[in-house]
């Protein structure tokens, strides 16, 4: 098994070695062989990362937006690489046909027009085709992959079922956790990690799927068992050209690579999916699956009863709050029904899940609520901000930033949004990269001043993360509920290109000793007073 935290992809024990000329036709790759070279050698890896080779790998060369692959294609063959998988550009930058290992016939060239699209058919190739061995349920959409995904698994869980689970917050394998460094692995190291999966046993594996996975061929050569759409809004338009374009790469998934479709269908780009054989889902309109009796309790849980074909009946309860959880519940229980999952599994392991850094609740004995969250796109903080009113008699606060370097124009969407819905709101840095802080909260602080004062609470402004939300904390009163939205389940805040420590989980609950006091202390203190009385 591979260690809980792995730096480097985990790679199955054992490889079938792939022969060069095989590999090469499966991929419709030209070799190029000096006259006299003996048999090549065959390949048992394959990677894009020179720093990753491993002796007898392919190392994929790709073009990139400020490098080229083939620049580390030495440094690659230094490490062990017995062949080369490139582009004609590739090797007219780096003479590779006259490296020596090359010429000498030691290391195999394999040139195709477009290398990385047909990487992931390589990949999976030289790793056993294990997703064909595996049940892998792909889910795709602009919110709820990570807690569509969790509920797979626990429901799979419950029924038994050894499983895997790729995605933003980590990636199992069988139980054993390791961190992600994607929310889709590149081709390479999805394919080796699949293939680890099936040397441990998994027979299920609930995996995110992004739209840049779809769009850079990370899942090619991933044969689904099911694949599911959760929903679209405005998001990741700094790597798409428009919504359309967005869509049209999350429709990659129901492109033929999924033996089932499942579909939330409560809005257009949904309906735009469904076929004729798309098992469909649906809060607000017809659907083969739909709900009835949706209760918010005061907890924040929630209960409803799910409908589907054939008269299926079966009765929920989510420790999630929101409506646009019970829609992530019902793609999940739409998927589970397609794999023949029974419904007492998927009962007990749907109300058994929580999500990391998604409506995650910080309790230190607070007389409000405080959640973390990772909705950081207009969509989902109107959503979590909907929810979290629902929840709560008293005000909304919420402490908002958004990234650097990433899709600009959701920035005054994201202040108009939180400014509709929160009686406080305060403006503050998330991950500014590269970019000046300051810029980007003025451009959030444009759209959420733009709403009208009558329809919008307070906005202030607080750069520093962690002062913004002791300052959430100090200000929010018995009733009311905290919500720190956009980082979620992260651990580190990039300024500038380098990376600080920080969690907005651990700064929140240090907020909340600083007010309250540790709440084990406090019942140290209750304890021994307590006993004095006696």
């Given at each position: 098994?591979?260690?809980?935290?792995?730096?480097?992809?985990?790679?199955?024990?054992?490889?079938?070695?792939?022969?060069?000329?095989?590999?090469?036709?499966?991929?419709?790759?030209?070799?190029?062989?000096?006259?006299?070279?003996?048999?090549?050698?065959?390949?048992?890896?394959?990677t894009l990362r020179a720093q990753h080779v491993r002796p007898g790998d392919l190392f994929a060369a790709l073009p990139g937006t400020r490098f080229h692959g083939a620049d580390f294609a030495s440094e690659a063959i230094a490490a062990g690489a017995v062949a080369v998988l490139t582009d004609q550009a590739g090797v007219e930058r780096t003479k590779l046909t006259e490296h020596p290992a090359v010429r000498s016939g030691k290391v195999s060239l394999l040139l195709h027009p477009d290398p990385r699209g047909v990487l992931g058919a390589a990949s999976a190739l030289v790793y056993g085709n294990p997703s064909q061995r595996l049940n892998?349920?792909?889910?795709?959409?602009?919110?709820?992959?990570?807690?569509?995904?969790?509920?797979?698994?626990?429901?799979?869980?419950?029924?038994?079922?050894?499983?895997?689970?790729?995605?933003?917050?980590?990636?199992?394998?069988?139980?054993?956790?390791?961190?992600?460094?994607?929310?889709?692995?590149?081709?390479?190291?999805?394919?080796?990690?699949?293939?680890?999966?099936?040397?441990?046993?998994?027979?299920?594996?609930?995996?995110?799927?992004?739209?840049?996975?779809?769009?850079?061929?990370?899942?090619?050569?991933?044969?689904?068992?099911?694949?599911?759409?959760?929903?679209?809004?405005?998001?990741?338009?700094?790597?798409?050209?428009?919504?359309?374009?967005?869509?049209?790469?999350?429709?990659?998934?129901?492109?033929?690579?999924?033996?089932?479709?499942?579909?939330?269908?409560?809005?257009?780009?949904?309906?735009?999916?469904?076929?004729?054989?798309?098992?469909?889902?649906?809060?607000?309109?017809?659907?083969?699956?739909?709900?009835?009796?949706?209760?918010?309790?005061?907890?924040?849980?929630?209960?409803?009863?799910?409908?589907?074909?054939?008269?299926?009946?079966?009765?929920?309860?989510?420790?999630?709050?929101?409506?646009?959880?019970?829609?992530?519940?019902?793609?999940?229980?739409?998927?589970?029904?397609?794999?023949?999952?029974?419904?007492?599994?998927?009962?007990?392991?749907?109300?058994?899940?929580?999500?990391?850094?998604?409506?995650?609740?910080?309790?230190?004995?607070?007389?409000?609520?405080?959640?973390?969250?990772?909705?950081?796109?207009?969509?989902?903080?109107?959503?979590?901000?909907?929810?979290?009113?629902?929840?709560?008699?008293?005000?909304?606060?919420?402490?908002?930033?958004?990234?650097?370097?990433?899709?600009?124009?959701?920035?005054?969407?994201?202040?108009?949004?939180?400014?509709?819905?929160?009686?406080?709101?305060?403006?503050?840095?998330?991950?500014?990269?590269?970019?000046?802080?300051?810029?980007?909260?003025?451009?959030?602080?444009?759209?959420?001043?733009?709403?009208?004062?009558?329809?919008?609470?307070?906005?202030?402004?607080?750069?520093?993360?962690?002062?913004?939300?002791?300052?959430?904390?100090?200000?929010?009163?018995?009733?009311?509920?905290?919500?720190?939205?956009?980082?979620?389940?992260?651990?580190?805040?990039?300024?500038?290109?380098?990376?600080?420590?920080?969690?907005?989980?651990?700064?929140?609950?240090?907020?909340?000793?600083?007010?309250?006091?540790?709440?084990?202390?406090?019942?140290?203190?209750?304890?021994?007073?307590?006993?004095?009385?006696?």
């Amino acid at each position: 098994m591979p260690s809980a935290v792995a730096t480097v992809p985990p790679r199955p024990a054992r490889v079938e070695p792939v022969r060069v000329d095989v590999l090469a036709g499966h991929i419709g790759a030209q070799v190029f062989r000096s006259p006299g070279q003996g048999e090549a050698t065959p390949v048992t890896g394959a990677t894009l990362r020179a720093q990753h080779v491993r002796p007898g790998d392919l190392f994929a060369a790709l073009p990139g937006t400020r490098f080229h692959g083939a620049d580390f294609a030495s440094e690659a063959i230094a490490a062990g690489a017995v062949a080369v998988l490139t582009d004609q550009a590739g090797v007219e930058r780096t003479k590779l046909t006259e490296h020596p290992a090359v010429r000498s016939g030691k290391v195999s060239l394999l040139l195709h027009p477009d290398p990385r699209g047909v990487l992931g058919a390589a990949s999976a190739l030289v790793y056993g085709n294990p997703s064909q061995r595996l049940n892998v349920l792909g889910v795709t959409g602009t919110s709820g992959k990570t807690t569509t995904t969790y509920l797979l698994e626990s429901a799979l869980r419950a029924a038994g079922f050894t499983t895997g689970l790729v995605g933003t917050v980590e990636t199992r394998i069988a139980g054993e956790r390791l961190d992600s460094a994607f929310t889709t692995p590149e081709a390479p190291d999805l394919q080796a990690l699949l293939a680890v999966m099936v040397e441990n046993g998994v027979t299920y594996v609930p995996m995110e799927v992004s739209s840049h996975a779809l769009a850079l061929h990370r899942v090619a050569g991933t044969q689904f068992a099911v694949g599911a759409f959760t929903n679209l809004s405005q998001d990741h338009l700094d790597f798409h050209r428009d919504m359309e374009d967005y869509f049209q790469a999350k429709a990659m998934l129901f492109d033929g690579r999924s033996k089932r479709e499942v579909v939330c269908v409560d809005t257009e780009w949904g309906a735009r999916l469904a076929g004729p054989s798309t098992v469909t889902v649906a809060t607000s309109t017809d659907a083969a699956w739909t709900v009835s009796d949706v209760q918010a309790l005061p907890t924040g849980e929630q209960t409803f009863t799910a409908h589907g074909p054939d008269g299926a009946k079966l009765d929920v309860r989510l420790r999630l709050p929101g409506p646009f959880n019970v829609a992530n519940a019902l793609v999940a229980i739409g998927v589970l029904h397609s794999a023949g999952v029974p419904a007492w599994a998927i009962e007990r392991g749907l109300a058994e899940v929580d999500v990391p850094g998604r409506m995650e609740r910080v309790a230190m004995g607070q007389d409000f609520t405080a959640v973390v969250d990772y909705s950081h796109k207009p969509g989902a903080v109107a959503a979590v901000l909907d929810a979290a009113r629902a929840q709560v008699d008293g005000r909304v606060i919420v402490v908002l930033g958004c990234g650097g370097d990433r899709d600009v124009a959701k920035r005054p969407l994201m202040g108009e949004a939180a400014a509709r819905r929160s009686e406080l709101l305060i403006v503050t840095d998330d991950n500014p990269r590269s970019e000046d802080p300051a810029k980007i909260r003025a451009a959030m602080l444009a759209g959420a001043q733009a709403v009208p004062e009558e329809e919008r609470g307070e906005i202030i402004e607080i750069g520093d993360r962690r002062a913004a939300i002791a300052e959430a904390v100090r200000q929010a009163r018995a009733g009311d509920i905290v919500v720190v939205a956009g980082k979620g389940h992260e651990t580190g805040q990039e300024v500038a290109g380098v990376v600080h420590p920080f969690s907005d989980r651990e700064e929140l609950a240090a907020a909340l000793r600083e007010r309250f006091g540790d709440p084990q202390e406090n019942d140290v203190r209750r304890g021994q007073g307590d006993e004095e009385a006696r």
